[in-house]
């Protein structure tokens, strides 16, 4: 679905252990090719689980785009119990107003709700003097 035309235009984790990937891979990619837009897309709970890494992006001046689904789901993990027809445990989650988190590290934090809105707010988002994190609700349903 993403089409990269050319090496190191995409990077994604293949396999276990990937929902702390995002960000740090993205960290990694603008280091390595700074004046290259760069775009982390990650659900909720990937992000909890390494969202200290946001100090980084303001004292080294990253600015990438991130882009959180939120839908207070594991969803992966609760398509795999339904599956299983296991009961659903533990895939509902909490997550934190991430406009403000993205503020409070130095950053700027929009919501969004449909697909246009989530391409202005990328777009905005590229010419901004400092790293966003978009919060994209989404429905788990869907």
Request: hydrophobic share 45%; glycine share 8%; net charge negative.
């Amino acid at each position: 679905m993403w089409q990269a035309d050319e090496p190191w235009r995409l990077l994604q984790s293949n396999g276990l252990g990937s929902m702390d990937y995002a960000l740090p891979a993205a960290i990694a990619a603008k280091l390595m090719f700074p004046r290259r837009p760069v775009l982390a897309m990650m659900g909720e709970a990937g992000l909890d689980m390494v969202i200290g890494e946001m100090s980084l992006l303001d004292e080294y001046k990253l600015l990438i785009v991130m882009v959180v689904f939120r839908d207070d789901t594991l969803s992966l993990i609760k398509l795999k119990q339904e599956r299983m027809k296991f009961p659903q445990t533990g895939v509902a989650t909490g997550s934190p107003d991430y406009t403000l988190l993205a503020k409070a590290y130095g950053g700027d934090g929009v919501i969004v709700n449909s697909v246009a809105e989530l391409r202005k707010a990328v777009q905005s988002a590229l010419k901004s003097s400092c790293f966003t994190l978009i919060e994209a609700r989404i429905d788990p349903a869907e």
